[in-house]
């Protein structure tokens, strides 16, 4: 409670012009943050990179007049971190990487990994039969389902914003998959590329 | 008697950003220049 008031405290001042407060806000999370970014990336170069691009959204947001998340200052600074962490993975798995073995290998390098235009129409009208799917699930397992697939949200965030406990919002999803499953099979519904 | 070994995470739990990142955070914050106009929001950095 003190910490989130605290918190609270230091943005105000930092949002009505007081520089200090940032450090102090920067040093108070500061070995939280760069722990969490490591414990996913494992080098302390990229915890430097992802940390300072947590900050600089962080205070773009607090100086823009947008954060509104008041006294849930941490989480909100993780959940950005966490973004980013997604957004290093996703660059670097589209990186060419050389693998160190004296052979060369061109298509290392310019390897295509798209899928080509008939499987991405096949894709395509896989997804959209999936949303129908999707649609006929009940409101509840259906808003779970879609907060943690497409909007790739923790299951605590979702407890959070249905307002249910994580174990109710975990089960919801299991039958949801349950349910999905059954109406694939009862229909027999290829989704398969 | 057995040793038991384990592996040093004291390095990793005591991870913090350098004091050259803090610094440019503060920097980049101190530069950072937010005007509106018509109701919209602009950015510059003043470096």
């Known amino acids: ?34 722990s969490f970014i490591y414990s996913k990336v494992n080098s302390r170069d990229i915890t430097e990179d992802i940390f300072q691009d947590t900050f ?64 991405q129409i096949i894709k395509d009208q896989i997804d959209l039969d999936l949303g129908v799917l999707i649609n006929e699930l009940p409101a509840d397992q259906r808003d779970v389902l879609v907060m943690r697939i497409y909007k790739d949200m923790s299951f605590k965030e979702i407890s959070e914003n249905t307002g249910v406990s994580i174990n109710t919002a975990l089960g919801r999803m299991r039958y949801a998959l349950i349910n999905l499953r059954k109406i694939i099979e009862q229909n027999d519904i290829v989704l398969t590329i | 008697m057995e040793k038991i070994y384990s592996a040093n995470r004291r390095k990793e739990n005591e991870l913090k950003a350098s004091d050259r990142t803090v610094k440019f955070l503060l920097d980049y914050s101190k530069s950072l220049k937010v005007t509106e106009a018509k109701g919209i929001k602009f950015e510059s950095n003043m470096n």
């Open chain 1, 56 to 119: 600089i959204k962080v205070i773009k947001t607090l100086r823009r007049g947008t954060y509104n998340e008041e006294g849930k200052f941490l989480p909100w600074v993780m959940r950005i971190a966490h973004n980013l962490i997604i957004d290093h993975f996703r660059k670097s798995s589209r990186m060419p990487m050389y693998d160190g073995s004296n052979t060369f290998d061109i298509f290392s390098f310019i390897g295509d990994d798209k899928l080509n235009i008939e499987h």
């Open chain 1, 1 to 34: 409670m003190d910490v989130q008031l605290e918190d609270s405290v230091l943005i105000k001042r930092y949002v009505s012009g007081d520089e200090k407060a940032l450090e102090a806000l920067i040093d108070k999370h500061n070995q939280r943050l760069s």
